[in-house]
């Protein structure tokens, strides 16, 4: 394969799954009334237990600015609190509420049973294989990063 056809390949996959990705999961995070990046944020603040609106933004690749804004939001809708710190305050503590933490079990709840329903019958290695795949295609891209 040449490298047209690959990148071609790639495009046209990488377009399919991301619709794909985006009719599972984004009916399930609509259940609970957020958008799929406050889901990724809620996720990512309970992977971590406490913290901070930067580290959320680094780690998500999302802007400062804009993990502010939706930090406030999931505020406001009672998904987290932010706190202050006391001896720097430029730096916003996240935190999962009772709420938040019962959004992320219900949508876990159902994308794990979408899983496991889906893969019932799949072959554990080529499962394996797919996660090999995509890591292996990560590591290619982390090397184009930056080329243009």
């Known amino acids: 394969m040449d490298i047209n056809q690959f990148r071609n390949n790639l495009q046209e996959l990488f377009r399919d799954t991301s619709s794909k990705i985006n009719n599972v999961f984004l009916p399930v995070y609509e259940s609970c009334k957020l958008t799929m990046t406050q889901a990724l944020l809620l996720n990512e603040i309970q992977r971590h237990g406490n913290t901070t609106i930067g580290e959320l933004g680094r780690e998500l690749n999302i802007a400062r600015g804009n993990t502010s804004t939706m930090c406030k939001r999931l505020e406001k809708d009672g998904?987290?609190?932010?706190?202050?710190d006391n001896k720097d305050e430029r730096i916003v503590n996240v935190t999962l509420?009772?709420?938040?933490t019962k959004a992320l079990d219900k949508l876990n709840y159902y994308l794990n049973n979408k899983f496991a329903q889906a893969l019932e019958n799949e072959d554990k290695d080529q499962i394996e294989a797919i996660i090999n795949g995509i890591e292996k295609l990560n590591h290619i891209l982390s090397k184009m990063e930056g080329d243009c």
Do not use: A, N, S, V
């Open 79 to 84: 998904y987290i609190t932010r706190t202050r």
């Open 97 to 100: 509420t009772e709420k938040g």
